[in-house]
């Protein structure tokens, strides 16, 4: 017991030793890592680096306004994005895009107990990626501003008829813009050199396949190659080409360009060889007296009728020879509509009337005129549908009219056959309106032209889309014109069913700038330089009014695209002195679009 005594107080000495050394190692060691986790918390963490600039050691705000002067400015540049021949400088701020530099700093400041992270913090290195905001909707929204002047509809391919000759204009293919692909491009080139870029574009095939535009080719060349020879009543009678030329046209139906002739040109064209065995005839019809229409009688000839020469004649357009004969029944040419049935068709007094202003220009009075002559006169049933297109026919020089100024792709003005022919088709519109008449497919502009009360007008174009209403009321209507160099004016006359009908416009919402579009051609190569419209979108109520009360309300909603700034000639542009991006609020418009209009009334009290 006593030895064992003896040797505890050396145990305990080496025991007290080794305790003392571990709890100095410790202290060490805690002190280390204390110190390894509190020296990465203030600053950026050592070895960091953004895009290649070093930022490790710095304080939060030298970081933010080291990265501010290297790449900040790069980033708020514009991008020049190249569709085709046009280039569009669009800048990222109004775009939604934004570089957040703070957030980007943020990613390598803070401390962390976990001692493998801390010691990365502290020794390693780090290349951080930047912080990229994207506003979704302002983003989709500027892109699809961008595909408003961008996209371009196919053209259909179209056979004309004319000089002999069957002129066949190919198809255009249209193009579309591929905004996903062109969002990657753009959020992923934010901090590279700006190099012009070449937007991805997506083409669009017409209706009509070259394969069928080459069969109506074929068919048109045939139909105009040899006459006709008509057999009725005992005559013969020779329909010339040139009269198969001018009666003929094609027309756009599930892909196909299908053949129309007008019977009442091919019956005119062998009136003088069947002068022998026929009588003229008529429909009634109205002329306007002081004010009042008034049935001009009908008169009952004799010969053949107009539709049955055209649908015979069209059995035989790709025949030759001996085959390109046809015959006809021969009779009493009733008229379609007799004196007494159009004294009983409730036409006895005005119901609209509105006129269309212009500027002056030599190609819109003979393009709205020859629209108007053929307009003058058209008699609508009761629930029978107007169409512009079938009334002022393909705008061809056999049928009238000339080259004029038209929207283009894009809404970029350009020239084009029956160019100013859409005021004829709003001032008929208007008056349709105004009148009553039934909306079937009605198409305004598709950019904001400002001799044009917005919201309430009309235009057409051949094969692609016309303008049509509806005869609802009871009674059929008479529709008048009158033209002069600078105005045509539309008349509708029936019976009243209503005391008055009215239009209330709203405000202009949902304004949309326009973008600036710079092209390298210069105004003397064919470049064509306009000012830029705002697109917008308006509302128009037609409100009928009967015995002083309001009786039916119906409301047609309008959107504009915004047309294009163009500038010609222009080899590349500028950056605008900007602010930091972190200082925008996302889309913040270059362009600010016009206050909205107050909301005003426009009233038509038809006259007694």
Not at 236 to 244: D, R
Not at 459 to 477: G, I
Request: glycine share 10%; with cysteine; net charge negative.
């Amino acid at each position: 017991m006593s030895e064992h005594r003896a040797r505890n107080p050396e145990a305990a000495r080496r025991t007290l030793i080794a305790l003392g050394a571990g709890l100095a190692f410790l202290g060490v060691a805690t002190a280390g890592y204390l110190w390894l986790v509190l020296s990465t918390g203030t600053s950026v963490h050592p070895g960091t680096t953004v895009s290649g600039i070093p930022i490790g050691g710095m304080s939060r705000e030298e970081a933010i306004e080291t990265l501010q002067r290297r790449i900040g400015s790069d980033a708020r540049k514009h991008f020049t994005l190249v569709a085709g021949e046009e280039q569009f400088r669009v800048s990222p701020k109004d775009m939604g895009i934004r570089l957040r530099l703070p957030a980007t700093v943020d990613q390598a400041i803070g401390r962390s107990w976990n001692p493998t992270i801390a010691l990365q913090n502290r020794f390693g290195t780090a290349e951080l990626t930047p912080v990229v905001a994207i506003d979704d909707a302002v983003l989709d929204q500027g892109f699809a501003r961008l595909a408003q002047t961008i996209d371009t509809t196919p053209v259909e391919p179209t056979l004309s008829v004319s000089g002999g000759k069957a002129t066949l204009t190919p198809g255009v293919p249209g193009v579309e813009l591929d905004q996903q692909a062109t969002r990657d491009l753009v959020v992923n080139r934010l901090l590279e050199p700006r190099e012009s870029l070449t937007l991805p574009l997506l083409t669009v095939a017409p209706a009509v396949t070259d394969e069928a535009a080459q069969r109506a080719r074929a068919l048109a060349k045939a139909a105009i190659a040899e006459p006709v020879t008509v057999q009725a009543g005992g005559v013969s009678a020779t329909i010339p080409p040139s009269a198969i030329v001018k009666a003929l046209s094609f027309v756009r139906e599930d892909g196909e360009l299908v053949p129309r002739l007008d019977g009442a040109v091919l019956h005119e064209s062998i009136a003088d060889q069947l002068s022998e065995v026929e009588t003229p005839g008529r429909d009634a019809t109205f002329q306007i007296t002081k004010g009042v229409p008034v049935v001009v009688p009908s008169l009952v000839g004799r010969g053949i009728e107009d539709q049955e020469l055209a649908t015979a004649v069209a059995g035989v357009l790709g025949a030759s020879g001996d085959a390109r004969n046809v015959t006809v029944s021969f009779g009493v040419r009733a008229p379609e509509l007799t004196t007494d049935e159009a004294k009983a068709l409730g036409v006895t007094e005005k119901l609209s009337t509105f006129t269309q202003n212009f500027p002056y220009a030599a190609y819109r009075v003979q393009n709205i005129g020859q629209a108007a002559e053929y307009i003058n006169g058209t008699l609508l049933m009761p629930g029978e549908v107007f169409s512009m297109n079938e009334v002022i026919k393909e705008r061809t020089p056999e049928n009238g009219y000339t080259r004029g100024i038209v929207i283009g792709p894009g809404g970029v003005f350009e020239e084009q056959q029956g160019g100013g022919v859409s005021a004829s088709a709003t001032a008929v519109w208007t008056a349709a309106f105004f009148a009553g008449m039934e909306q079937v497919s009605t198409r305004a502009h598709s950019i904001y032209i400002s001799r044009y009360q917005p919201g309430l007008e009309a235009t057409v174009a051949w094969a692609l889309f016309d303008m049509q209403f509806r005869n609802t009321t009871a009674n059929a209507v008479f529709i008048t014109t009158k033209m002069t160099n600078t105005s045509l004016r539309v008349t509708f006359w029936g019976t009243r069913e209503y005391d008055e009908i009215a239009a209330e416009f709203g405000p202009k919402t949902d304004i949309r700038p326009f973008i600036l579009i710079e092209k390298k051609k210069k105004v003397k190569e064919g470049c064509m330089e306009q000012a830029g419209i705002n697109g917008f979108n308006i509302n128009v109520d037609r409100v009928f009014y009967k015995d002083g009360a309001e009786v039916k309300r119906e409301t047609f909603t309008t959107s504009y695209r915004p047309a294009p700034e163009v500038k010609c000639g222009v080899k590349k542009g500028k950056d605008d002195d900007e602010l930091p991006l972190d200082e925008f609020p996302p889309g913040t418009p270059t362009t600010p679009g016009a206050p909205p209009l107050p909301g005003s009334e426009f009233v038509n009290t038809p006259a007694a």
